[in-house]
Structure formats: C-alpha cells, structure tokens
C-alpha cells in the first residue's frame, strides 16, 4: 500500500491538532457544517450538522502499525469514554491519508481500534472513508450526484461506501459522482453546490463550465 508523503509531526498535542484541522478540511469538503464547542472540556472535538441534527464527532489519528494495520487509541486519560460521550469517532489513518468514520456503539468500550488491515482483528473496514454516515446523520440534505461527495482513493483505498456490501448507499454515491482533483475544479464544484443549496439563479452569459 502507498504511503502517504511528508513527515509525521512527533509531538502527540501538536499531532492531533494537525488532524483536527485535517478533518475539518476534508468535512468541508464533504459539504458538512463543522463547529467546534468552546473550550477543551467536552467529550467530543466538533459539532457537524445544522440546528436540530446535531452529532458529536471525536477525531483521533494515528501512525502505529500493528498486525499488519494500524492502531487507534480512542481513550482520554488512559481510560476508554463513557458511553454517550460522542456520536461518532473519527480515525485518521495518517501514513495512509484514509480517514474511519465510526460510530459510537460499534466500539463496544473498546479502548483501541484496529484499523487499515485485512486481520480478523479489523472490524472497522466498512467504515473507510464512510462520510456518508456523517451526512445521514446530520441530515444535510446533500445528493450523491454532488461532486464534493465522491471521496476519491486514496493509496489504494476504495471510495466513500464501498469498502463493504453493508454500506449500499455509500456505494451509490461513490459511484455517481466524480471527485475534483484539482483545486480550481474543487473550488467551482463547491461554489456550484452553494448556488444549488440556495437556489441562486446562475449568473447571465455563464454556461456550465464558468
């Protein structure tokens, strides 16, 4: 599998904040409404969703290889967390640039996830880039022909959805719409997005392509 270039920030709090700000660009990205509760004492690291569809995201990331994946501590003080203490967890597979998104009751108060691996150990591999159930969950609203939905591969990892037969409608919407890959196109699809959401008439004299 390709690693993911660059170095690995080794200081653990300056490490975390990096993937937090990772998650909150790749959510955008997503089209999901990201807020983040005042001060560092809740159990959760963001709010996404609008009002009356609110869930609570935990991000975690991690770079430990082990048996043949990666694992993930979602613990606070050494501890795992009491249930109802987030919605969702969300793991950042760094040296593979792939994001988890899990929810809640499927840790079962584990304290560690193994995650990017093949192992009878990885229970977690249908919820690869599973930004759908973000999405479902907060309900926005959002249609798989969207462009920014399309999470594309990264290091040979499947697309939103299709890790596992269970996420059917991750699939659909991985396979309707094609990813940006440049940032001018990312740019245009996000503000075609917007114009849709608010049902902005397109300006006169433009067509399609800008």
């Not at 050494?78 to 249930?83: G, I, K, T, V």
């Not at 959002?142 to 269970?166: F, M, N």
């Not at 990312?186 to 608010?198: D, K, N, Y």
């Amino acid at each position: 599998m390709k690693k993911r270039k660059g170095k690995i920030i080794k200081d653990p709090k300056l490490r975390g904040e990096w993937a937090e700000s990772v998650f909150v660009a790749r959510a955008n990205e997503q089209g999901l409404a990201v807020s983040r509760p005042w001060g560092d004492s809740k159990s959760f690291d963001f709010v996404v969703g609008k009002p009356g569809r609110f869930v609570g995201v935990q991000v975690k990331s991690t770079a430990f290889e082990l048996g043949g994946g990666y694992s993930c501590a979602v613990k606070h003080n050494n501890q795992a967390y009491a249930r109802g203490s987030f919605d969702f967890v969300a793991a950042y597979v760094i040296p593979e640039d792939v994001w988890y998104i899990v929810p809640a009751e499927k840790l079962r108060k584990r304290g560690t996830m193994i995650i990017g691996s093949d192992s009878k150990q990885a229970l977690y591999e249908e919820y690869r880039e599973a930004w759908h159930l973000l999405r479902e969950a907060a309900g926005s609203g959002l249609k798989s022909e969207d462009p920014l939905l399309a999470t594309p591969a990264r290091s040979g990892a499947p697309a939103a959805g299709q890790a596992s037969a269970k996420s059917g409608a991750g699939q659909a919407a991985g396979a309707a719409a094609k990813y940006p890959e440049n940032v001018l196109d990312r740019v245009r699809a996000s503000m075609e997005f917007a114009r849709r959401q608010l049902g902005l008439a397109r300006p006169e004299g433009r067509d399609e392509d800008g």
